[in-house]
């Protein structure tokens, strides 16, 4: 059964890049059928689309976020990366990583979805 | 850029009909895919595809669409179905992927 587990710092400071690790197990995050992806929620607010990738590099940003963004991924160590640049209190959330399914032109959602990791920006 | 919308909150009592609308101009083309989020839980995906139903999820639990509106419905909603609803889907273009703003489920 797939299972996904984020990890990382649980507080930055302003300024600074916020990085997260999604560990995948019982798939591989090479696999040519998912994307894999990112989605925070601040504290009390809704959900929202960070970006996702597909192996071995091919990303898609959200387009509000796009120049702070860089989502990576690892085979080795089956896992992929999130990293936020230049955070602020705004990018204060819970953050998510999930299996992004996508077939282009016709199907499009997450599932299933880590237990999500509460990052801080304060300093 | 793309909105999805939908209502703040609804309130039904224990065995009656739940129904969260979720409006948006590309749902005539898009799929719209429904999640559950309980308190300090991840979401967990309850519709897809509109109207289809994950292994595990329970068959009071449906979805429809019809134009630009996506509906998600309880029938016979329960105490444990209070959470935090949330619809997903994508712009015409399938690049803007967004939430709605979420529904709080109130059974009571």
């Known amino acids: 059964q797939l299972q996904l587990q984020e990890s990382g710092p649980g507080l930055v400071k302003p300024s600074e890049t916020l990085s997260l690790t999604c560990t995948v197990s019982g798939d591989s995050v090479s696999s040519s059928s998912y994307y894999w992806g990112w989605i925070r929620q601040p504290p009390g607010k809704g959900l929202e689309w960070i970006g996702s990738?597909?192996?071995?590099?091919?990303?898609d940003y959200n387009s509000s976020l796009k120049s702070r963004v860089t989502i990576s991924v690892d085979t080795s160590k089956n896992h992929f990366s999130l990293n936020l640049s230049s955070v602020t209190a705004a990018d204060t959330a819970v953050y998510y990583c999930?299996?992004?399914?996508?077939?282009?032109?016709?199907?499009?959602?997450?599932?299933?979805w880590g237990q999500g990791i509460l990052v801080t920006v304060s300093s | 850029s793309y909105e999805l919308t939908q209502p703040p909150s609804v309130s039904v009592s224990p065995g009656q009909t739940a129904r969260i609308t979720c409006s948006g101009d590309a749902l005539p083309r898009k799929h719209a895919f429904w999640y559950q989020q309980k308190s300090g839980q991840a979401p967990v995906l309850v519709i897809y595809?509109?109207?289809k139903r994950p292994s595990g999820i329970p068959e009071r639990f449906s979805g429809s669409s019809s134009g630009t509106m996506a509906t998600f419905t309880i029938s016979g909603a329960q105490v444990e179905d209070e959470a935090d609803y949330y619809c997903?889907?994508?712009?015409?273009?399938?690049?803007?992927?967004?939430f709605g703003g979420g529904t709080k489920l109130t059974v009571l």
């Open positions: 595809e509109d109207s």
């Open positions: 997903y889907s994508t712009d015409r273009t399938g690049k803007h992927r967004v």
């Open positions: 999930a299996r992004h399914w996508v077939v282009p032109g016709a199907i499009d959602w997450f599932d299933p």
């Open positions: 990738i597909f192996y071995p590099g091919s990303t």
